[in-house]
């Protein structure tokens, strides 16, 4: 056997990357490790739940097939993602009027519950206790949730009930500081409030604006290490803040859509999903275009109406597959804190 045949065998036998991945922008070995592996997806409690497949199956012989409507352990329309600090995993489920909890550590399923229903829930963020924070688009308000599901309160409300906000959408919570970021999209604004609900800053101003620091129907917010970004969806481009509100950079993103999710890894990659042309496009923090990854389809790594991102420990992407009705995790590599997802 020749060494060119040996060559051309080993090339013909390597494992193909999940999904497409191009490299515009990108150059060198170092930036093509960067792309997500993927780990697994999930789509109902069936995924969580740790079960014996053969009495699975003699359960379906007995209760017969499955009913047509789907079950409501099972993802309809998922939104958004995030995690807590115990890693289990909240999901939006818009068509649903709920928020899944997935709990693969201790193989759980359960959902957030409370005497107010949601009807749109569009964001959702957890703090430093487990509190978690649901922004509802129909109700124009945030809803409140201890760390074991149950709900305590309207983040802000104004005197005789009515909401503070205009078009909530979506929120997230600084790791370090607690401080709550709220996008409203009507307003053209990015609020800041503590725990309580008192508004502790604002940015953009009411009829929207393209300056520095100023918004055109903001719908994505993440807040990591000391920075708040910004999805400045109505001028396509992404915008950088610190933790104070005072801007620091921005950078185009074309292909913004309505459902467009947006998250940020360790490295400070930034991350922006596009439903339509069922991709995630990766910028590095100067808003270089690295590369992209994802293709339209139903297999692993492949999307169709790809939305809301959530980066986990640093390096574990999640991503909503909403017409897929699933999620799913991919392990971002060559990251220092890379430990496995």
Not at 3 to 8: G, K, P, R, Y
Not at 111 to 140: H, I, K, T
Not at 169 to 198: E, N, S, W
Not at 231 to 247: H, K, P, T
């Amino acid at each position: 056997m020749t060494q060119s045949f040996v060559l051309v065998l080993v090339f013909m036998l390597a494992p193909a990357p999940v999904g497409r991945a191009s490299t515009s922008g990108a150059s060198g070995p170092e930036k093509a490790t960067t792309r997500p592996v993927f780990v697994r997806h999930f789509a109902s409690a069936q995924d969580v739940k740790r079960e014996h497949p053969i009495l699975n199956r003699s359960l379906d012989i007995i209760a017969g097939p499955k009913d047509a409507e789907p079950p409501s352990d099972a993802l309809q329309d998922p939104s958004a993602i995030t995690t807590d600090s115990k890693h289990r995993i909240f999901v939006t489920d818009i068509r649903a009027g709920l928020v899944h909890v997935f709990d693969f550590a201790n193989s759980t399923y359960s959902r957030l519950r409370g005497r107010e229903a949601l009807r749109l829930p569009s964001g959702v963020a957890a703090d430093r206790d487990g509190n978690v924070y649901v922004s509802d688009s129909a109700l124009q308000t945030v809803l409140v949730y201890d760390s074991s599901g149950k709900f305590i309160r309207p983040l802000k409300k104004m005197k005789g009930g009515e909401s503070y906000f205009d078009g909530v959408r979506g929120i997230a919570v600084d790791p370090r500081t607690d401080r709550i970021y709220v996008c409203d999209k009507f307003r053209h604004m990015v609020f800041a409030l503590d725990q309580k609900g008192r508004i502790l800053g604002r940015n953009g101003k009411r009829f929207g604006g393209d300056g520095p620091g100023e918004f055109r129907s903001p719908m994505q917010v993440v807040a990591r290490a000391g920075e708040i970004v910004v999805l400045d969806s109505g001028n396509y481009r992404v915008q950088i803040l610190d933790a104070s509100g005072r801007f620091v950079k921005a950078f185009r993103v074309p292909d913004i859509q309505n459902g467009s999710g947006l998250a940020m890894d360790d490295a400070g990659n930034i991350y922006v999903s596009d439903p339509q042309l069922n991709h995630v496009q990766v910028f590095s923090h100067d808003g270089q275009l690295l590369y992209t990854f994802g293709e339209t389809g139903t297999g692993a790594g492949q999307f169709n109406g790809v939305s809301g991102l959530w980066v986990d420990s640093g390096h574990c992407l999640y991503a909503a597959d909403t017409n897929n009705k699933r999620v799913q995790l991919f392990e971002l590599g060559a990251l220092p804190s890379s430990g496995g997802c």
